[in-house]
């Protein structure tokens, strides 16, 4: 999973702090996610996987399928 955030930070030639930034999170913190020191919460999850246009699943190492999946129709 952590090799996965980073490979999608450097696709975006995006910096640890430019990231940190859209996660409203510091470059430290965000350092820590790709480095595995810090587990990534959920919320945090959800977001990174809509920054980059993927699914958690991809970012988790579930599949490695990189488009989303197309949205629930499923009703409440």
Do not use: W
């Amino acid at each position: 999973m952590y090799r996965r955030i980073r490979d999608l930070r450097e696709d975006a030639d995006l910096t640890q702090k430019q990231l940190g930034q859209a996660l409203h999170c510091s470059q430290q913190v965000y350092a820590n996610y790709e480095l595995g020191q810090r587990d990534i919460p959920t919320a945090t999850l959800i977001q990174l996987a809509r920054f980059h246009g993927t699914s958690a699943d991809y970012i988790l190492g579930l599949t490695d399928e990189r488009r989303p999946y197309p949205p629930s129709r499923a009703k409440a």
